[in-house]
C-alpha cells in the first residue's frame, strides 16, 4: 500500500506543478467524461434539482446541470493545483473580504467559528491564513479517511498554506486546549451534511425541503463563546474566487436555539440561489425524511434505531397501533 501511495501522490505532484491552463484542459475532458459518457450520479443530481427549483423549467435545470458539472471538474483540477500553487498566485485567486472584522476579534483575543458549505471552491479556503493576522490560528474540522496514506496525503495539501486540519472527534478537545494556552483561532466548519439519524435534532427548510441539519457548530460555537460568521463565496470567473465575511453573531450565547444554525441555511440558501451550479448537487443531501425518522425514533426510550429496515419499522409500529 505504501507503494501504491508513493505512486499516487507523485503522480498528484506531477499533475500539480502543470499550468492552470492545462488543468482546465484537463477539466473540460473530464467532464465531457463522467457526465456526457458516464452520467456520474447524474439521476442524484437531476432530482436534486428538480425538486429544489420547481419554480425553473426543464430547459433551465438542464442548463444548471450542465455548468453543475463543468464547475465540478474544475473543482476537482484546482483541489488537485492547491499541492503547489504558489502563495502569490493563490492571492489573486481566492480573495478574502471584511477580514477586517475577524482580525479586530483577534487583537482582543476572541475566536470566530466560520460556517460554509460545499459551495464554489471550499479547499481553496485553506489559503485564509495568507489573509488574517497572524495572531490568530486558522483550521478546519475534517473527517479522517479510512485509509491512512490517503489521509495524509489530503492532510498535506490541506495544511501547506498555514491552516491545520482538526479531526471532527477532537474539535471540542482541542478547541479547549487552544483556549487554555490563550491562542485565538478562526474555525471553518463544512456544515451542509447529511447528519447521522441519531445525530438529527433539527429540521429546517432549506431549498424547498423539510431537511435534517447538523447543529454541532452552534452548539460548539455556544460552549467556547466563539464569534459567529458566515464565508459567502463567488465565484468571479474561472479560477477565482471572491469569499466576503458575514457576521452572524458576536455573543452565541444570547441566540435563541438553533436559530445561528437556521441563519446559516437561510445565508447559505441565498448563496446558491444566486448561482446554483456551484453547490455540490451530486450529494445526496436528503436521503433522510421526516417521516423515516419518526419511524426510527421511540419515543418511550427516546433512542433512535438505526439498524432496522423501514419495512421492519414499520411493521413494528402497526402492531403497537394494534394492541393500543
Known sequence: MKIVYCLLYDLWYALSVLPMWVHYLLSDLLCVIIYRLVGYRIKVVRKNLRESFPEKSEQELRRVECQFYHWFCDYLAETVKLSTISRRQMRRRMVFKGTEQVDALLEQGRSCAIYLGHYCNWEWVTSLPLWVSPKGQC?????????????????????????????????????????????????????????????????????????????????????????VFYLDIQRVKRGYYEATFKLITLEPKTMGEYEITDAY?????????????????????????????????????????????VEELRKRKEEEGRSI
Open 265 to 309: 441555511f437561510r445565508m447559505l440558501e441565498a448563496s446558491i440561489r444566486r448561482a446554483p451550479q456551484y453547490w455540490l448537487w451530486s450529494h445526496n443531501r436528503w436521503k433522510r425524511t421526516r417521516e423515516e425518522f419518526n419511524l426510527r425514533y421511540d419515543e418511550k426510550t427516546d433512542r433512535i434505531d438505526i439498524i432496522s429496515s
Open 139 to 227: 483550521g478546519q474540522i475534517y473527517h479522517p479517511l479510512e485509509n491512512k496514506w490517503f489521509d495524509r496525503m489530503s492532510l498535506r495539501f490541506r495544511q501547506r498554506l498555514g491552516a491545520v486540519c482538526i479531526p471532527m472527534a477532537e474539535t471540542l478537545r482541542r478547541l479547549l486546549q487552544y483556549r487554555e494556552e490563550g491562542q485565538p483561532v478562526v474555525i471553518g466548519y463544512i456544515s451542509d451534511q447529511v447528519p447521522f439519524w441519531n445525530n438529527i435534532h433539527h429540521w429546517c427548510q432549506f431549498l424547498n425541503h423539510d431537511t435534517p441539519v447538523l447543529t454541532g457548530t452552534e452548539r460548539l460555537a455556544r460552549k467556547t463563546g466563539h464569534a
